[in-house]
Protein backbone atom coordinates (compact mmCIF):
# COMPACT_ATOMS: atom_id res chain seq x y z
CA UNK A 1 0.00 0.00 0.00
CA UNK A 2 1.04 3.24 -0.88
CA UNK A 3 0.11 5.46 2.19
CA UNK A 4 2.91 6.60 4.20
CA UNK A 5 4.79 10.31 3.70
CA UNK A 6 8.90 10.28 3.43
CA UNK A 7 10.51 10.46 6.61
CA UNK A 8 13.02 13.41 6.88
CA UNK A 9 16.18 11.18 6.32
CA UNK A 10 14.35 9.87 3.15
CA UNK A 11 14.16 13.66 1.94
CA UNK A 12 17.45 14.28 3.08
CA UNK A 13 18.76 11.89 0.79
CA UNK A 14 16.82 13.38 -2.27
CA UNK A 15 17.77 16.76 -1.93
CA UNK A 16 21.38 15.70 -1.53
CA UNK A 17 20.65 14.16 -5.18
CA UNK A 18 19.93 16.99 -6.78
CA UNK A 19 15.92 16.79 -6.57
CA UNK A 20 13.59 19.48 -5.45
CA UNK A 21 9.93 19.77 -4.19
CA UNK A 22 7.54 22.16 -2.80
CA UNK A 23 6.02 20.05 -0.19
CA UNK A 24 7.43 17.04 0.58
CA UNK A 25 4.62 16.07 2.08
CA UNK A 26 2.81 15.78 -0.79
CA UNK A 27 4.30 12.37 -1.79
CA UNK A 28 3.16 9.15 -0.49
CA UNK A 29 5.35 5.92 -0.58
CA UNK A 30 5.25 2.31 0.01
CA UNK A 31 6.69 1.39 3.34
CA UNK A 32 9.90 -0.28 2.20
CA UNK A 33 10.63 2.30 -0.17
CA UNK A 34 14.44 3.42 -0.98
CA UNK A 35 15.64 6.67 -2.29
CA UNK A 36 17.70 5.27 -4.68
CA UNK A 37 18.01 6.16 -8.61
CA UNK A 38 15.69 9.37 -7.93
CA UNK A 39 18.22 11.99 -9.19
CA UNK A 40 18.18 15.65 -10.28
CA UNK A 41 14.27 15.52 -10.73
CA UNK A 42 11.40 18.03 -9.88
CA UNK A 43 8.34 16.98 -7.87
CA UNK A 44 4.77 19.10 -7.53
CA UNK A 45 1.78 18.30 -6.68
CA UNK A 46 0.67 15.18 -4.88
CA UNK A 47 2.73 11.93 -6.22
CA UNK A 48 2.81 8.43 -5.12
CA UNK A 49 5.94 6.66 -5.72
CA UNK A 50 6.29 2.63 -5.40
CA UNK A 51 10.23 2.68 -4.73
CA UNK A 52 13.04 1.52 -7.28
CA UNK A 53 14.48 -2.08 -7.55
CA UNK A 54 17.02 -0.97 -9.97
CA UNK A 55 16.19 -3.44 -12.27
CA UNK A 56 17.45 -3.05 -16.14
CA UNK A 57 15.60 -2.03 -18.76
CA UNK A 58 16.68 -2.33 -22.33
CA UNK A 59 15.84 -0.35 -25.48
CA UNK A 60 17.69 -1.03 -28.56
CA UNK A 61 20.92 -2.22 -27.05
CA UNK A 62 21.22 0.19 -24.11
CA UNK A 63 20.40 -0.07 -20.43
CA UNK A 64 18.63 1.87 -17.88
CA UNK A 65 17.77 1.00 -14.36
CA UNK A 66 14.59 1.56 -13.03
CA UNK A 67 14.23 5.16 -11.33
CA UNK A 68 13.70 8.88 -11.75
CA UNK A 69 16.29 10.75 -13.56
CA UNK A 70 16.37 14.68 -14.56
CA UNK A 71 12.53 14.63 -14.83
CA UNK A 72 9.67 16.22 -13.94
CA UNK A 73 6.84 14.47 -12.21
CA UNK A 74 3.67 16.70 -11.45
CA UNK A 75 0.35 14.59 -9.90
CA UNK A 76 1.41 11.09 -11.00
CA UNK A 77 1.90 7.83 -9.92
CA UNK A 78 4.95 5.90 -10.09
CA UNK A 79 5.75 1.85 -10.24
CA UNK A 80 8.93 0.21 -10.51
CA UNK A 81 9.64 2.07 -14.09
CA UNK A 82 12.54 4.03 -15.71
CA UNK A 83 11.49 7.79 -16.21
CA UNK A 84 14.42 9.35 -17.64
CA UNK A 85 15.43 12.87 -19.04
CA UNK A 86 11.27 13.85 -19.40
CA UNK A 87 10.37 17.88 -19.38
CA UNK A 88 7.15 16.72 -17.90
CA UNK A 89 4.78 13.88 -16.42
CA UNK A 90 1.61 15.18 -15.40
CA UNK A 91 -1.25 13.50 -14.42
CA UNK A 92 0.19 10.53 -15.18
CA UNK A 93 0.60 6.38 -14.40
CA UNK A 94 4.40 4.73 -14.98
CA UNK A 95 3.35 1.02 -14.75
CA UNK A 96 6.19 -1.46 -13.45
CA UNK A 97 9.43 -2.28 -16.34
CA UNK A 98 7.70 1.01 -18.31
CA UNK A 99 10.69 2.99 -20.22
CA UNK A 100 9.86 6.64 -20.48
CA UNK A 101 12.89 8.17 -22.18
CA UNK A 102 13.97 11.05 -24.26
CA UNK A 103 10.08 12.71 -23.56
CA UNK A 104 8.85 16.20 -24.09
CA UNK A 105 5.87 15.87 -22.24
CA UNK A 106 3.25 13.13 -20.96
CA UNK A 107 0.02 14.39 -19.78
CA UNK A 108 -3.77 14.28 -19.36
CA UNK A 109 -6.22 16.74 -19.23
CA UNK A 110 -8.31 15.68 -16.13
CA UNK A 111 -11.87 16.52 -17.81
CA UNK A 112 -10.72 13.42 -20.86
CA UNK A 113 -12.70 10.64 -20.39
CA UNK A 114 -14.05 9.00 -24.13
CA UNK A 115 -12.60 8.72 -27.72
CA UNK A 116 -14.34 10.21 -30.42
CA UNK A 117 -14.39 7.48 -33.64
CA UNK A 118 -16.19 7.28 -36.86
CA UNK A 119 -17.30 10.80 -38.15
CA UNK A 120 -15.53 13.45 -36.92
CA UNK A 121 -18.70 15.32 -35.57
CA UNK A 122 -18.53 13.13 -32.76
CA UNK A 123 -21.79 11.23 -32.34
CA UNK A 124 -19.49 7.59 -31.95
CA UNK A 125 -17.98 7.61 -28.71
CA UNK A 126 -15.95 4.84 -27.28
CA UNK A 127 -15.75 4.75 -23.53
CA UNK A 128 -12.52 4.54 -21.34
CA UNK A 129 -11.97 3.06 -18.30
CA UNK A 130 -9.20 3.98 -15.94
CA UNK A 131 -7.62 3.42 -12.55
CA UNK A 132 -6.36 6.51 -11.43
CA UNK A 133 -9.19 8.69 -12.20
CA UNK A 134 -8.24 10.25 -15.47
CA UNK A 135 -5.00 9.62 -16.32
CA UNK A 136 -2.53 8.95 -19.44
CA UNK A 137 -1.43 5.29 -18.54
CA UNK A 138 2.35 4.02 -19.40
CA UNK A 139 1.63 -0.11 -19.53
CA UNK A 140 3.71 -1.87 -17.67
CA UNK A 141 6.86 -3.28 -20.29
CA UNK A 142 5.59 -0.35 -22.45
CA UNK A 143 8.16 1.51 -24.29
CA UNK A 144 7.91 5.75 -24.63
CA UNK A 145 11.43 6.73 -26.18
CA UNK A 146 13.05 10.06 -28.45
CA UNK A 147 9.17 11.44 -28.43
CA UNK A 148 7.76 14.76 -28.21
CA UNK A 149 4.26 14.07 -26.57
CA UNK A 150 1.99 11.67 -25.76
CA UNK A 151 -1.33 13.26 -24.44
CA UNK A 152 -4.56 11.79 -22.75
CA UNK A 153 -3.38 8.18 -23.66
CA UNK A 154 -4.20 4.86 -22.18
CA UNK A 155 -0.90 2.84 -23.69
CA UNK A 156 -1.40 -0.64 -23.00
CA UNK A 157 1.41 -3.76 -22.03
CA UNK A 158 4.52 -3.71 -24.20
CA UNK A 159 3.34 -0.82 -26.40
CA UNK A 160 6.32 0.71 -28.29
CA UNK A 161 5.81 4.76 -28.92
CA UNK A 162 8.89 5.81 -30.34
CA UNK A 163 11.07 8.24 -33.16
CA UNK A 164 8.83 11.46 -33.22
CA UNK A 165 5.59 9.56 -33.08
CA UNK A 166 2.63 11.82 -31.78
CA UNK A 167 -0.15 10.19 -29.82
CA UNK A 168 -3.19 12.31 -28.46
CA UNK A 169 -6.62 10.87 -27.32
CA UNK A 170 -5.85 7.25 -27.69
CA UNK A 171 -6.37 3.79 -26.67
CA UNK A 172 -3.16 1.59 -27.73
CA UNK A 173 -3.42 -2.09 -26.57
CA UNK A 174 -1.19 -4.25 -25.42
CA UNK A 175 2.07 -4.85 -28.30
CA UNK A 176 1.06 -2.31 -30.62
CA UNK A 177 3.75 -0.26 -31.98
CA UNK A 178 3.51 3.82 -32.95
CA UNK A 179 6.74 4.99 -34.80
CA UNK A 180 9.11 7.42 -36.79
CA UNK A 181 6.80 10.35 -36.69
CA UNK A 182 3.32 8.69 -37.21
CA UNK A 183 0.21 10.54 -35.75
CA UNK A 184 -2.47 8.72 -33.64
CA UNK A 185 -5.07 10.98 -32.69
CA UNK A 186 -8.79 10.00 -31.09
CA UNK A 187 -8.55 6.45 -31.93
CA UNK A 188 -8.34 2.95 -30.60
CA UNK A 189 -5.60 1.01 -31.60
CA UNK A 190 -5.54 -3.05 -31.55
CA UNK A 191 -2.72 -5.09 -30.46
CA UNK A 192 -0.06 -6.07 -32.46
CA UNK A 193 -1.07 -3.24 -35.23
CA UNK A 194 2.06 -1.15 -36.19
CA UNK A 195 1.72 2.43 -37.31
CA UNK A 196 4.33 4.17 -39.13
CA UNK A 197 5.11 7.67 -40.97
CA UNK A 198 1.12 7.41 -41.29
CA UNK A 199 -1.72 9.26 -39.49
CA UNK A 200 -4.13 7.80 -37.98
CA UNK A 201 -7.32 9.74 -36.68
CA UNK A 202 -10.67 9.12 -35.51
CA UNK A 203 -10.46 5.58 -36.37
CA UNK A 204 -11.38 2.00 -34.31
CA UNK A 205 -8.36 0.13 -35.75
CA UNK A 206 -8.57 -4.10 -35.04
CA UNK A 207 -5.55 -5.83 -33.95
CA UNK A 208 -2.97 -6.96 -36.72
CA UNK A 209 -3.17 -3.97 -38.55
CA UNK A 210 -0.04 -2.60 -40.61
CA UNK A 211 -0.37 1.19 -41.59
CA UNK A 212 3.29 2.76 -43.17
CA UNK A 213 4.89 4.99 -45.29
CA UNK A 214 2.86 8.74 -45.40
CA UNK A 215 -0.40 7.04 -45.51
CA UNK A 216 -3.62 8.33 -44.54
CA UNK A 217 -6.52 6.70 -42.14
CA UNK A 218 -9.31 8.70 -41.05
CA UNK A 219 -13.02 8.17 -39.32
CA UNK A 220 -12.51 4.10 -40.04
CA UNK A 221 -14.32 1.27 -37.74
CA UNK A 222 -12.31 -1.47 -38.41
CA UNK A 223 -12.95 -4.07 -35.50
CA UNK A 224 -11.69 -6.99 -37.56
CA UNK A 225 -8.60 -5.78 -38.16
CA UNK A 226 -5.67 -7.63 -39.98
CA UNK A 227 -5.15 -5.56 -42.74
CA UNK A 228 -2.74 -3.64 -44.29
CA UNK A 229 -2.53 -0.23 -45.57
CA UNK A 230 0.19 0.52 -48.28
CA UNK A 231 2.25 3.69 -49.14
CA UNK A 232 0.54 7.14 -50.28
CA UNK A 233 -3.27 5.66 -49.88
CA UNK A 234 -5.24 8.05 -49.03
CA UNK A 235 -8.75 6.36 -46.79
CA UNK A 236 -10.35 9.58 -45.62
CA UNK A 237 -12.36 11.36 -48.08
CA UNK A 238 -14.45 11.85 -45.08
CA UNK A 239 -15.44 15.48 -45.74
CA UNK A 240 -18.59 16.58 -48.27
CA UNK A 241 -17.66 19.84 -48.67
CA UNK A 242 -20.11 20.49 -45.71
CA UNK A 243 -18.92 18.28 -42.74
CA UNK A 244 -16.37 15.63 -41.81
CA UNK A 245 -19.44 13.51 -41.26
CA UNK A 246 -19.08 10.48 -43.15
CA UNK A 247 -16.96 7.13 -42.45
CA UNK A 248 -15.73 3.92 -43.66
CA UNK A 249 -15.63 0.36 -42.49
CA UNK A 250 -12.90 -1.84 -43.95
CA UNK A 251 -13.50 -5.62 -43.85
CA UNK A 252 -11.52 -8.58 -42.13
CA UNK A 253 -7.79 -8.92 -43.71
CA UNK A 254 -8.64 -5.64 -46.48
CA UNK A 255 -5.71 -4.48 -47.95
CA UNK A 256 -5.36 -0.91 -49.65
CA UNK A 257 -2.97 -0.79 -52.33
CA UNK A 258 -0.11 1.96 -53.15
CA UNK A 259 -1.84 5.40 -53.73
CA UNK A 260 -5.24 4.60 -54.11
CA UNK A 261 -7.62 6.69 -53.01
CA UNK A 262 -11.18 5.67 -51.17
CA UNK A 263 -14.33 7.77 -50.89
CA UNK A 264 -16.65 7.82 -48.08
CA UNK A 265 -19.13 6.91 -47.05
CA UNK A 266 -18.10 3.01 -47.86
CA UNK A 267 -18.49 -0.49 -46.43
CA UNK A 268 -16.77 -3.47 -46.91
CA UNK A 269 -17.36 -5.38 -43.97
CA UNK A 270 -19.34 -8.09 -46.08
CA UNK A 271 -16.30 -8.42 -48.44
CA UNK A 272 -13.42 -9.80 -45.96
CA UNK A 273 -10.06 -9.89 -47.60
CA UNK A 274 -10.71 -7.34 -50.27
CA UNK A 275 -7.69 -6.09 -52.22
CA UNK A 276 -7.79 -2.67 -53.87
CA UNK A 277 -5.19 -2.45 -56.49
CA UNK A 278 -2.73 0.22 -56.66
CA UNK A 279 -3.77 4.08 -57.83
CA UNK A 280 -7.78 3.20 -58.05
CA UNK A 281 -10.10 5.29 -56.80
CA UNK A 282 -13.18 3.89 -55.07
CA UNK A 283 -16.26 6.03 -55.49
CA UNK A 284 -18.90 5.32 -52.44
CA UNK A 285 -20.13 2.16 -51.80
CA UNK A 286 -20.99 -0.88 -50.11
CA UNK A 287 -19.60 -3.99 -51.55
CA UNK A 288 -20.98 -7.66 -50.84
CA UNK A 289 -18.34 -10.02 -52.44
CA UNK A 290 -15.55 -11.62 -50.32
CA UNK A 291 -11.73 -12.19 -51.80
CA UNK A 292 -12.10 -9.19 -54.57
CA UNK A 293 -9.31 -7.45 -56.07
CA UNK A 294 -10.75 -4.16 -57.13
CA UNK A 295 -8.74 -2.53 -60.23
CA UNK A 296 -9.05 0.07 -62.37
CA UNK A 297 -11.54 -0.28 -65.14
CA UNK A 298 -13.20 1.35 -68.33
CA UNK A 299 -13.54 5.17 -67.86
CA UNK A 300 -14.61 6.02 -64.39
CA UNK A 301 -16.14 3.01 -63.37
CA UNK A 302 -13.66 0.23 -61.72
CA UNK A 303 -13.48 -3.04 -62.21
CA UNK A 304 -14.18 -5.92 -59.58
CA UNK A 305 -13.31 -9.42 -59.84
CA UNK A 306 -14.71 -11.34 -56.97
CA UNK A 307 -12.89 -14.64 -55.74
CA UNK A 308 -9.41 -13.17 -56.89
CA UNK A 309 -7.48 -12.75 -53.86
CA UNK A 310 -8.52 -16.49 -52.94
CA UNK A 311 -7.98 -18.10 -55.97
CA UNK A 312 -5.19 -15.82 -57.76
CA UNK A 313 -3.39 -14.55 -54.46
CA UNK A 314 -3.78 -17.62 -52.37
CA UNK A 315 -0.51 -17.41 -51.08
CA UNK A 316 -0.73 -13.72 -50.12
CA UNK A 317 -3.46 -15.04 -48.08
CA UNK A 318 -1.81 -17.87 -46.16
CA UNK A 319 1.11 -15.79 -45.93
CA UNK A 320 -0.90 -13.56 -43.96
CA UNK A 321 -2.81 -16.28 -41.62
CA UNK A 322 1.32 -17.13 -40.94
CA UNK A 323 2.38 -13.59 -40.18
CA UNK A 324 -0.46 -13.06 -38.21
CA UNK A 325 -0.06 -15.86 -35.88
CA UNK A 326 3.49 -15.22 -35.78
CA UNK A 327 3.36 -11.73 -34.66
CA UNK A 328 -0.02 -12.67 -31.76
CA UNK A 329 2.51 -16.14 -30.91
CA UNK A 330 -1.32 -17.51 -31.29
CA UNK A 331 -2.67 -20.28 -33.82
CA UNK A 332 -6.21 -18.99 -34.11
CA UNK A 333 -5.87 -17.03 -37.20
CA UNK A 334 -6.80 -19.91 -39.52
CA UNK A 335 -10.10 -20.12 -37.49
CA UNK A 336 -10.80 -16.27 -38.51
CA UNK A 337 -10.06 -17.11 -42.01
CA UNK A 338 -13.13 -20.01 -42.09
CA UNK A 339 -15.01 -18.30 -39.62
CA UNK A 340 -19.09 -18.85 -40.30
CA UNK A 341 -18.92 -14.45 -41.15
CA UNK A 342 -16.05 -15.31 -44.34
CA UNK A 343 -18.38 -18.47 -45.25
CA UNK A 344 -21.62 -16.45 -45.20
CA UNK A 345 -19.87 -13.47 -47.09
CA UNK A 346 -18.92 -16.36 -49.78
CA UNK A 347 -22.53 -17.91 -50.16
CA UNK A 348 -23.88 -14.91 -50.47
CA UNK A 349 -21.54 -13.97 -53.49
CA UNK A 350 -21.95 -17.62 -54.95
CA UNK A 351 -25.31 -17.66 -54.76
CA UNK A 352 -26.10 -14.20 -56.39
CA UNK A 353 -23.89 -15.34 -58.95
CA UNK A 354 -25.37 -18.05 -59.39
CA UNK A 355 -29.28 -16.49 -59.74
CA UNK A 356 -27.98 -14.11 -62.29
CA UNK A 357 -26.83 -16.35 -64.36
CA UNK A 358 -29.92 -19.08 -64.32
CA UNK A 359 -31.67 -18.97 -67.77
CA UNK A 360 -29.49 -16.57 -69.05
CA UNK A 361 -29.13 -17.63 -72.80
CA UNK A 362 -26.81 -14.56 -73.80
CA UNK A 363 -25.23 -11.99 -71.39
CA UNK A 364 -24.11 -8.13 -71.85
CA UNK A 365 -20.09 -7.86 -71.62
CA UNK A 366 -20.42 -6.47 -68.24
CA UNK A 367 -23.20 -6.35 -64.74
CA UNK A 368 -23.73 -3.22 -62.82
CA UNK A 369 -24.87 -3.21 -59.21
CA UNK A 370 -28.54 -3.01 -60.48
CA UNK A 371 -28.05 -6.38 -61.96
CA UNK A 372 -25.62 -7.79 -59.05
CA UNK A 373 -26.88 -6.60 -55.62
CA UNK A 374 -23.48 -6.02 -53.34
CA UNK A 375 -21.41 -5.19 -56.30
CA UNK A 376 -20.92 -1.65 -54.89
CA UNK A 377 -19.85 1.47 -57.46
CA UNK A 378 -17.98 -1.45 -60.11
CA UNK A 379 -19.00 -3.49 -63.04
CA UNK A 380 -17.72 -7.39 -63.37
CA UNK A 381 -17.14 -8.93 -66.77
CA UNK A 382 -19.74 -11.53 -67.37
CA UNK A 383 -17.13 -13.42 -69.38
CA UNK A 384 -15.33 -13.69 -66.05
CA UNK A 385 -18.37 -15.28 -63.89
CA UNK A 386 -17.90 -18.78 -64.59
CA UNK A 387 -14.30 -18.88 -62.47
CA UNK A 388 -14.96 -16.30 -59.96
CA UNK A 389 -18.01 -19.18 -58.97
CA UNK A 390 -15.49 -21.98 -58.83
CA UNK A 391 -13.20 -20.01 -56.65
CA UNK A 392 -15.92 -19.55 -53.81
CA UNK A 393 -16.56 -22.97 -54.82
CA UNK A 394 -12.93 -23.52 -53.54
CA UNK A 395 -13.17 -21.44 -50.55
CA UNK A 396 -16.11 -23.77 -49.47
CA UNK A 397 -14.59 -26.83 -50.23
CA UNK A 398 -11.75 -26.38 -48.14
CA UNK A 399 -13.99 -24.68 -45.75
CA UNK A 400 -15.94 -27.62 -45.32
CA UNK A 401 -12.39 -29.97 -44.89
CA UNK A 402 -11.28 -27.49 -42.06
CA UNK A 403 -14.14 -28.05 -40.56
CA UNK A 404 -14.46 -31.48 -40.28
CA UNK A 405 -10.50 -32.25 -40.24
CA UNK A 406 -9.15 -29.55 -38.45
CA UNK A 407 -6.62 -28.88 -40.50
CA UNK A 408 -5.77 -27.50 -43.80
CA UNK A 409 -6.62 -29.54 -47.12
CA UNK A 410 -3.18 -30.83 -48.48
CA UNK A 411 -4.73 -29.14 -52.30
CA UNK A 412 -3.79 -25.30 -50.44
CA UNK A 413 0.43 -26.15 -50.38
CA UNK A 414 0.12 -26.87 -53.95
CA UNK A 415 -1.53 -24.21 -54.75
CA UNK A 416 0.57 -21.63 -52.72
CA UNK A 417 3.46 -23.22 -54.38
CA UNK A 418 1.85 -22.97 -57.80
CA UNK A 419 1.98 -19.30 -56.71
CA UNK A 420 5.12 -19.16 -56.29
CA UNK A 421 6.24 -20.39 -59.09
CA UNK A 422 4.24 -17.74 -60.89
CA UNK A 423 6.19 -15.07 -58.60
CA UNK A 424 9.72 -16.82 -59.04
CA UNK A 425 9.03 -17.30 -63.46
CA UNK A 426 8.07 -13.39 -63.71
CA UNK A 427 11.28 -12.36 -61.14
CA UNK A 428 13.85 -14.34 -63.33
CA UNK A 429 12.66 -13.10 -66.54
CA UNK A 430 13.31 -9.06 -64.65
CA UNK A 431 16.36 -10.17 -62.57
CA UNK A 432 18.97 -12.07 -63.26
CA UNK A 433 19.76 -12.80 -60.09
CA UNK A 434 15.98 -13.04 -58.81
CA UNK A 435 16.61 -16.54 -57.21
CA UNK A 436 19.71 -15.61 -54.74
CA UNK A 437 17.83 -12.79 -53.48
CA UNK A 438 14.53 -14.19 -53.02
CA UNK A 439 14.64 -17.42 -51.71
CA UNK A 440 12.02 -19.64 -50.96
CA UNK A 441 10.23 -18.87 -48.36
CA UNK A 442 11.31 -22.38 -45.87
CA UNK A 443 9.81 -21.19 -42.94
CA UNK A 444 6.59 -20.28 -44.18
CA UNK A 445 5.94 -22.96 -46.60
CA UNK A 446 6.98 -25.47 -43.74
CA UNK A 447 3.96 -23.44 -41.43
CA UNK A 448 1.36 -24.09 -43.97
CA UNK A 449 2.69 -27.93 -44.47
CA UNK A 450 2.19 -28.35 -40.46
CA UNK A 451 -0.95 -26.87 -40.71
CA UNK A 452 -2.03 -29.26 -43.51
CA UNK A 453 -1.20 -32.49 -41.29
Known amino acids: MIKRPLMQKEIDELV ?82 ALIFNVGSIICDREMSQIKIGTEMGHRILKRQFSENERTIIGRGARVCNVSSVEN ?121 TMIATGVVCEPQRLKFPFSLIKSGMGSVNEIVPGWVYSKNIYGVYRNIYKWDKRSETKNNIDLLFSRMVLNSVIYAFNTLKEFLLDKNTLQPMALEEDIPGLGSNYIRTENMEKIIDSYELYIEDYNYYQKNKKLNPSILSRVEENLERDYERGQKIFDDYMEYHPKDEEFLNYLHDSCS
Request: with cysteine; glycine share 10%; hydrophobic share 40%.
Open 153 to 273: SHLGEFVCVENGALVRDALLENNSIVSDNAIVKSSFIGSFSHISEAEVSSSLVGPLVQIHHHCLLISALWAEGRGNVGYGANVGSNHTGRMPDQEIVPGLGQFFGLGCSVKFPANFIEAPF
Open 16 to 97: AAGNICGNWNDIRVMQDFTTKNIKNSKFTGKIKLHGFSGKTLVYKGAEFQTGIFNSWINESVVEDACIYDVKLFSNSVACDE
